[in-house]
């Protein structure tokens, strides 16, 4: 688990301690969870998942609106 939320920090682009505050954690606790040293064990919150698809939407729109241009103006 700890991997998978290392390879979406990294796949946003978004260093630990970026990361730490946009999903409402300390650095120490990312770091915990990805390296899978966490003496609490890490689960998939509702509310951190959440979070974390929104930003994955967020980064995909981003995306999206960067290679396909927006032909509504011709």
Do not use: C
Not at 57 to 63: D, G, I, M, T
């Amino acid at each position: 688990q700890g991997e998978v939320l290392r390879f979406v920090r990294k796949a946003l682009g978004l260093k630990v301690w970026m990361f730490a505050e946009d999903i409402g954690l300390t650095t120490d606790q990312v770091i915990q969870w990805e390296t899978g040293n966490d003496p609490n064990g890490f689960g998939w919150d509702p509310n951190l998942l959440s979070k974390l698809i929104n930003m994955v939407n967020q980064k995909l729109e981003n995306l999206q609106s960067y290679w396909i241009p927006n032909t509504a103006h011709e």
